[in-house]
């Protein structure tokens, strides 16, 4: 849900928890805090989402986690390189103040 009438659609489905996708290209965090600032709802953004802007997408009350492929990347998944991938795992959450 990344525009008003996205997330008005789905207030009126009952929804009170929405995926923010693409988060970046959507308007990244300032987006994000204006849809937080009128609609009382929950939101986890994903598409974008950095090591590098984590916490300023954790800092908004409204967000409840944020996704990012850059932890998990498929290419380690398919290869089954579970170490290399707990060490990017392991950085993301260190990352996270």
Known sequence: MNSPSLVEQAMEM???TLKFFPAEP???????????AVYPVKFMPTGGVTQTNINQYL???AVLACGGTWMVPTDLID?????ELA???KAAV???S
Do not use: N, R, T, Y
């Open 14 to 16: 009952g929804l009170h």
């Open 26 to 36: 959507s308007g990244g965090v300032a987006m994000l805090k204006a849809l937080a």
């Open 59 to 61: 800092s908004i009350s």
């Open 79 to 83: 290869k089954k390189q579970w170490d």
């Open 87 to 89: 060490v990017l795992v």
């Open 94 to 96: 260190e990352s996270v």
